[in-house]
């Protein structure tokens, strides 16, 4: 959620000085760059060696919600 409100942040205002129709590609761009299967991995890995660091002190992800 918090990658996605900070490509949302700069996004928005790169777009707000370039015009609607670049915006919407930086979104675009984002979101395929973000949904790769290969960040995901990445993203997944980093998230294990965090955890692994900082036990069950930090949630991650949807699941931890209460």
Known sequence: MNKFLLGAAVGYVLGARAGHARYEQIVRTYRKVADHPAVQGAAGVARA?????VG???????????
């Open 49 to 53: 060696k965090l955890g692994e660091k």
């Open 56 to 66: 069950e002190r930090v949630p991650f992800g949807r699941s931890a919600q209460h």
